[in-house]
């Protein structure tokens, strides 16, 4: 959650000096939040990557990639072709109950 990687990144203040100091610090954090950081839940893309689109295609090349690596040297992986990260159907930063109706996945 974003909580976790504000508080690992070492980048967040024990406090802000004022509002201006927390607009200068999220104009930076969000940025490489959405756009540098890599996250685990969405098969290490960027959430601009799976939002703007890009997602499938960059598996795709992902996979090639990965492909061509094991025609080429077979005996490095032991497990067999490796496989990129499957894409969630949904994703959530709050994940409601399963029996409840009103959840709206994104």
Known sequence: ???????????LPGRFDNQ???IDYCRNFFPWYNH?????????????????GAA??????RRCVLEAAYNKNPERFPLGMPQPADLPQAVY??????????EIAH
């Open 93 to 102: 930063i709050n994940r409601l109950s399963k029996g409840n109706t009103e």
């Open 36 to 52: 540098g950081h890599r996250h685990s839940g969405i098969a290490t893309l960027t959430p601009a990557d799976v939002y703007l």
């Open 20 to 22: 201006s100091h927390a």
């Open 1 to 11: 959650p974003l909580a976790e990687v504000v508080g690992t990144a070492g980048w």
């Open 56 to 61: 499938q295609t960059m598996l795709n090349d």
